[in-house]
């Protein structure tokens, strides 16, 4: 069976700093795999999905970047981070290779993000 | 996406079966109904998912009227565990994101 881990679980950083959260999946391959955010109290935001190692699209411009260095590995970045960055930060992965035509995502335990 | 409405909360008591309705009266024929839950503090749990017939899992039930302008999602016996915020999102093509509403918060009471 397939799990995705994120981690850290929890992370409290100062305003300027830099970030990076880890995604890894197991248990298939190429899999499609997507970076969410969801800001307190609100719905979540695609920020990057990925189909392929070093293949990134990114749905929102803002300092934060993502990348893909192995096929089961999806990073989150930033070189400065702002007050704004704050929120829970979800992976996501999904069949690049589904039957139907519609594939379903899902979802691991998240990273909350404290910006200070 | 077709956008979807969902009530902003619910009760239901424990060992009861919880409906929770959701209309999507814009969804077009290619777009599947997901359903997912999101309990305090965790990623969202994906729960089942349609396009015309009524699914069961082991999880739920997911009843769509015959012209798909809504669908109701079936906890047969819910329990406390299953007290969270539920999704309801219209979804087509494939590698799209999902576009989560502000969901049905769904409390079970002992």
Not at chain 1, 37 to 46: E, I, S
Not at chain 2, 36 to 64: F, V
Request: proline content about 6%; glycine content about 8%.
């Amino acid at each position: 069976s397939q799990t995705i881990h994120q981690w850290p679980a929890t992370l409290v950083q100062p305003v300027g700093s830099p970030l990076s959260l880890e995604c890894t999946v197991e248990g298939t391959s190429n899999p499609n795999l997507y970076w969410y955010r969801q800001a307190a109290g609100r719905g979540l935001q695609l920020l990057f999905y990925s189909v392929g190692i070093g293949q990134i699209s990114s749905e929102v411009p803002q300092n934060l970047s993502a990348s893909r260095p192995q096929d089961r590995q999806f990073i989150l970045s930033s070189k400065k981070l702002l007050l704004s960055d704050s929120g829970f930060y979800l992976c996501a992965w999904s069949l690049a290779q589904a039957k139907s035509s519609t594939d379903t995502q899902y979802f691991g335990p998240g990273t909350r993000l404290t910006v200070l | 996406d077709a956008k979807t409405t969902q009530p902003p909360s619910m009760d239901c008591a424990e060992g009861r079966a919880a409906n929770l309705p959701c209309n999507h009266s814009t969804i077009s024929g290619n777009e599947y109904v997901y359903w997912y839950r999101q309990i305090h503090s965790q990623g969202p749990q994906y729960i089942i998912h349609g396009l015309k017939n009524n699914e069961t899992n082991e999880m739920a039930s997911l009843i769509i009227t015959e012209d798909r302008k809504s669908s109701t999602l079936i906890l047969p016996h819910a329990t406390l565990r299953d007290t969270a915020v539920y999704y309801c999102i219209a979804m087509g093509l494939r590698n799209t994101p999902l576009v989560f509403g502000k969901g049905t918060r769904l409390s079970v009471i002992a």
